[in-house]
């Protein structure tokens, strides 16, 4: 979340420095200069990645199986959920962030110092989740916590202005980032003990194709969130670099506080009903140890 923080801090400056007073022009030649660094990095990490345990072998396991194992597993379908409220709310409202500042307060400029003020506290959040953790017992409902948090918080921007009111505004956007980071750590950390649940409720162990549908249901709530916005802003007349009517300000408005944040809310209440805690999760290692034992 640092890097994204400081790529969102940079961008504006870098379209100005690239395009002068063609702004379409600075947008194309950043996307091609990102494009080039982030390619460049995918490239060194895959030729400087080996591997150095050897995999085990595993007998393929037919998708319709997987599929019956996974709609068992009742922490993993929650899991599942909250990905997919996760893409729609993130990834819709990230999309919208230039446009509030532009459209809505009238200074696009703001977004830079918007995204300077999540820097801290986007380590702070992510770096929470263990004592959180360690209080509450149990992954689902720490990551629950986080939401509702974030939640509360990006509720509470609909009040503020950055120009009128920077102080609350800051403030709050300031918590919501660290509750989101929380989040952003947690909703992860829970997918390791679906895994596990699942291989002892059915037998069946199927990590990657667990992280795979869960990486999916992400993509598919961030393909959501972002055309629905889009759709609907197209619907009530969207002009780019013009003013904008009443309706179109008004959707950015609640795109970026009201919509996300009772989304946020949402997602907390989906996984709050995450069962999986450290007891019970301690459990099932130990009974499938057992059972490992005895097929050996």
């Given at each position: 979340?640092v890097a994204?923080?400081?790529i969102?801090?940079?961008t504006?400056?870098l379209?100005?420095a690239?395009?002068?007073?063609?702004?379409a022009?600075?947008?194309?030649?950043?996307?091609?200069?990102?494009?080039?660094?982030?390619?460049?990095?995918?490239?060194?990490?895959?030729a400087k990645?080996?591997?150095i345990?050897a995999?085990?072998?595993?007998?393929?396991?037919?998708i319709?199986?997987?599929?019956?194992?996974a709609?068992?597993?009742?922490?993993?379908?929650?899991?599942?959920?909250g990905?997919?409220?996760?893409?729609?709310?993130?990834?819709g409202?990230?999309?919208?962030?230039?446009?509030?500042?532009?459209?809505?307060?009238?200074?696009?400029g703001?977004?830079?110092?918007y995204?300077?003020?999540?820097?801290?506290?986007?380590?702070?959040?992510?770096?929470?989740f263990?004592?959180v953790?360690?209080?509450?017992?149990?992954?689902?409902?720490?990551?629950?916590?986080?939401a509702?948090?974030?939640?509360v918080c990006?509720?509470?921007?609909?009040f503020f202005?950055p120009?009128?009111?920077?102080?609350?505004?800051y403030?709050c956007?300031?918590l919501?980032?660290?509750f989101?980071?929380?989040f952003?750590?947690?909703?992860?950390?829970?997918?390791?003990?679906?895994?596990?649940?699942?291989?002892?409720?059915t037998g069946?162990?199927n990590?990657?194709?667990?992280?795979?549908?869960?990486?999916?249901?992400?993509?598919?709530g961030?393909?959501?969130g972002?055309a629905?916005?889009?759709?609907?802003?197209?619907?009530?007349?969207?002009?780019a670099n013009?003013?904008?009517?009443?309706a179109?300000?008004?959707?950015?408005h609640?795109?970026?506080?009201?919509?996300?944040?009772?989304l946020?809310?949402v997602?907390?209440?989906?996984?709050f009903f995450?069962?999986?805690?450290?007891n019970?999760?301690q459990?099932?290692?130990?009974e499938?140890?057992?059972?490992?034992?005895e097929?050996?």
């Amino acid at each position: 979340m640092v890097a994204i923080n400081i790529i969102n801090i940079i961008t504006l400056p870098l379209i100005a420095a690239f395009g002068g007073e063609n702004q379409a022009k600075g947008y194309l030649l950043v996307t091609v200069l990102y494009g080039a660094i982030f390619t460049a990095c995918h490239w060194f990490c895959f030729a400087k990645t080996k591997e150095i345990v050897a995999p085990a072998e595993k007998k393929s396991i037919p998708i319709g199986v997987q599929l019956k194992a996974a709609v068992q597993n009742r922490p993993y379908l929650i899991a599942l959920v909250g990905q997919l409220l996760f893409g729609l709310v993130h990834y819709g409202r990230s999309a919208n962030l230039m446009y509030y500042f532009k459209y809505v307060e009238g200074n696009e400029g703001l977004f830079t110092t918007y995204s300077m003020v999540l820097m801290i506290p986007s380590i702070i959040g992510a770096a929470a989740f263990p004592f959180v953790f360690r209080l509450l017992g149990n992954k689902g409902r720490t990551t629950s916590l986080f939401a509702a948090g974030t939640g509360v918080c990006v509720l509470a921007l609909y009040f503020f202005s950055p120009v009128t009111a920077p102080i609350p505004f800051y403030a709050c956007a300031a918590l919501s980032q660290l509750f989101f980071c929380g989040f952003n750590t947690a909703i992860y950390a829970i997918v390791p003990d679906c895994v596990e649940y699942g291989e002892w409720k059915t037998g069946i162990r199927n990590d990657g194709f667990q992280y795979a549908f869960v990486s999916l249901g992400n993509k598919v709530g961030m393909a959501v969130g972002t055309a629905a916005l889009a759709a609907v802003l197209d619907q009530l007349g969207f002009q780019a670099n013009q003013v904008q009517n009443a309706a179109v300000q008004g959707v950015i408005h609640h795109a970026f506080s009201t919509i996300p944040g009772v989304l946020w809310i949402v997602t907390a209440a989906v996984l709050f009903f995450y069962q999986i805690n450290k007891n019970s999760y301690q459990r099932i290692i130990e009974e499938l140890a057992v059972r490992k034992g005895e097929a050996a």
